[in-house]
């Protein structure tokens, strides 16, 4: 009797080490280019990247709707870790609002380790996207960004960049928008860069109250540093008093002229 209570015991430290032990887990489904789900039934999405999406939300709900090289970056992360092993590194923060986790994603290919987030800048299926206090790896990823747009790979060979007053045409989508930051506001909160006369209209650039020490760190007051400047951003287009990117770090807004 002793031996058959104790089996209840053993089956619940088996599913607390399968749900707890992610150096050594394997991945169940993938979702799209930077997120899957684990054996255990956890989303994870990869961090300090984003991919284009499969997927939009109409109406309360998700509709198949693929922008360009959403599949190709789902395709590729399948093929490299669909249903095998993985190693997943966590930052400061290990979830987010959705309660997915947020971490980096490593697999073992015939003894050389593959950094997956970094493969997916690297082949240009992924932008950089940067959120604080989630940093660790950023360097390398600006590295992997910078030789794929040197080397026209994916989204960097086909999308076009597009002026401030296209971008309300993109939303939800991940593009590159070139144009002279004519003013800027500052709040308590927030900071914003406006392409046009009127920010409620108008394509913003958006710099959250978190992501200023980063700035400042580099010896760039945003305020100030990029007004009257051209400028490029690259992340995805969101609407909210017109079109808008958010920038999480410096790398994310280059100053052309």
């Keep these: 009797m002793k031996r058959l209570a ?57 509709e198949y709707s693929p922008q360009p090289f959403s599949l190709e970056a789902k395709e590729f992360v399948n093929n490299l870790i669909g249903g095998k092993r993985i190693r997943v590194e966590f930052d400061i923060d290990r979830k987010d609002k959705y309660n997915r986790l947020l971490g980096y994603c490593f697999f073992n290919n015939g003894g050389k380790s593959i950094f997956v987030n970094e493969q997916l800048l690297k082949e240009g299926l992924a932008v950089l996207y940067t959120y604080p206090p989630n940093i660790k790896y950023v360097d390398k990823f600006i590295s992997a960004q910078k030789y794929a747009r040197l080397s026209k790979k994916g989204i960097w060979g086909s999308y076009l960049l597009i002026p401030p007053d296209r971008a309300e045409n993109f939303i939800g989508q991940i593009r590159a928008v070139r144009g002279r930051v004519l003013s800027s506001y500052k709040s308590e909160k927030i900071l914003l860069l406006n392409f046009g006369a009127d920010y409620k209209t108008d394509f913003t650039v958006v710099i959250f109250k978190d992501s200023w020490p980063y700035f ?42």
């Design 216 to 257: 400042l760190n580099r010896g760039i007051d945003p305020e100030t540093f990029y007004k009257g400047k051209i400028v490029e951003v690259t992340g995805r287009v969101r609407e909210y008093n017109g079109p808008e990117i958010i920038v999480n770090y410096p790398a994310e807004i280059r100053v052309i002229e």
């Design 6 to 62: 104790f089996l209840p015991f053993l089956f619940l430290l088996s599913c607390f080490s399968l749900s707890s032990n992610y150096s050594d887990i394997r991945v169940s489904k993938v979702i799209d280019g930077d997120t899957i789900i684990l054996e255990n039934g956890k989303h994870l999405r990869l961090i300090g990247i984003d991919t284009p999406e499969v997927k939009k939300y109409v109406s309360g709900k998700f």
